[in-house]
C-alpha cells in the first residue's frame, strides 16, 4: 500500500515561518501530482499549493507570494515553505497525492493523517 508522512506543523507567532514535509512511501511507480490542502474549524478543505511533475507550483491566491512549495522527486517527498504567516492560516494542514500503484493501470488518490499547524500570538 502507500502512506503519507506528514511533518512540520506546530505553533507559531503572526509573522513566523514555518516548513511541512510530506514523504509519500510503498508501492509507488509514479506520483502526477503531490501538494497540500487545508481545513479550518467550521470550514471546508481548501487547495493551499499543489506541483505536478515537470510543472510549476500551483496556489491559491490568499498564499501566494508567501508559500512556497517544492519536490524532491528521488524522495517522493513535497516541503511546503510557509513564511509570514497570519491568523487565518491557523488549520489542520493534509497533505495530498495522486499517483499510480504497482499492479494498477488506475489513479489513486491518497491523503495524509493532517498536521495542525496554529499562528497565534
Not at 502526477?32 to 467550521?42: F, T
Not at 499543489?50 to 491559491?60: E, F, L, P, V
Amino acid at each position: 500500500q502507500v502512506q503519507l508522512v506528514e511533518s512540520g506543523g506546530g505553533l507559531v507567532q503572526p509573522g513566523g515561518s514555518l516548513r511541512l514535509s510530506c514523504a509519500a512511501s510503498g508501492s509507488i511507480v509514479s506520483i502526477n501530482r503531490m501538494g497540500w490542502y487545508r481545513q479550518a474549524p467550521g470550514k471546508q478543505r481548501e487547495l493551499v499549493a499543489t506541483i505536478r511533475s515537470g510543472a510549476s507550483a500551483n496556489y491559491a491566491d490568499s498564499v501566494k507570494g508567501r508559500f512556497t512549495l517544492s519536490r524532491d522527486n528521488a524522495k517522493n517527498t513535497v516541503y511546503l515553505q510557509m513564511n509570514s504567516l497570519k491568523a487565518e492560516g491557523t488549520a489542520v494542514y493534509y497533505c495530498n497525492a495522486l499517483l499510480y500503484r504497482l499492479g494498477s493501470s488506475s489513479e489513486y488518490q491518497y491523503w495524509g493523517q493532517g498536521t495542525q499547524v496554529t499562528v497565534s500570538s
